[in-house]
């Protein structure tokens, strides 16, 4: 009687293995892109009018169903903030506590290796009814130009993976991925088109 049990056993232990549990709510911003950006689950950080950037759903995706989040500063708008940081984030409770984590994305800059865009990306503790305002405890930068050797997107290969490993803690947090634009020593950067990236395809999982 003992054989069948141990079967079973090894069979659970293999499917675990091939699909850890994604803690991210619609992490591949289908249902994003379906209700034309609005969302329960993802936090837009923007004010186009007010010159801190826009963020609102596309119908590109890196896989699967249309999907992923467009974060720009618009070409029409007088004057943007390049200081403002727009973007998305979720937060995300009952994490297991106190493990090692990976946090996973997808980013697409199309403007080359040159692009004033950065993609600043991580992991804050969750505050209540204040986005964006707990202790960080992970956080990473990354420019396009980086990203030629990363996982690339089935649909889209301008979208490449990108991560950053975290702790838990006490099991809730807060993902953030948003755009930083770099100036240099002009007021703005080069604008004869939006400045625009992509972000799609999350996943927080136990490592
Ligand atoms: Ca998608
Ligand atoms: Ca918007």
Redesign the pocket.
């Known amino acids: 009687m003992i054989k069948p049990i141990f079967i079973t056993a090894t069979l659970l232990a293999s499917s675990l293995a091939f699909s850890a549990q994604n803690y991210v709510v619609d992490p ?3 249902d994003y ?1 379906g209700n034309q950006g609005k969302s329960d689950v993802w936090i837009s950080h923007e004010d186009s009018d007010g010159g801190l950037g826009d963020v609102g759903s596309s119908g590109d ?8 989040s467009r974060i720009r500063f618009k070409e029409k708008v007088a004057i943007n903030d390049f200081t403002a940081k727009p973007g998305l984030s979720q937060v995300i409770t009952g994490l297991p506590a106190n493990t090692d984590m990976t946090f996973s994305l997808y980013y697409c800059d199309k403007k080359g290796p040159a692009s004033p865009s950065t993609l600043y990306y991580g992991v804050r503790e969750a505050v209540e009814g204040a986005s964006l305002t707990g202790k960080v405890i992970a956080e990473n930068r990354v420019h396009t130009r980086d990203l030629d050797a990363a996982p690339k997107g089935e649909k889209k290969a301008c979208f490449r993976q990108v991560n950053v490993d975290f702790n838990s803690g006490a099991g809730a947090v807060e993902i953030f991925s948003l755009m930083e634009v770099y100036v240099g020593d002009a007021d703005k950067p080069d604008m004869t088109k939006d400045i625009e990236v992509r972000i ?2 999350f996943s927080v999982t136990a490592k």
């Not at 995706?61 to 992923?68: L, M, P, V």
């Open positions: 591949q911003l289908t892109r995706t890196a896989f699967d169903a249309q999907g992923s799609d395809e």
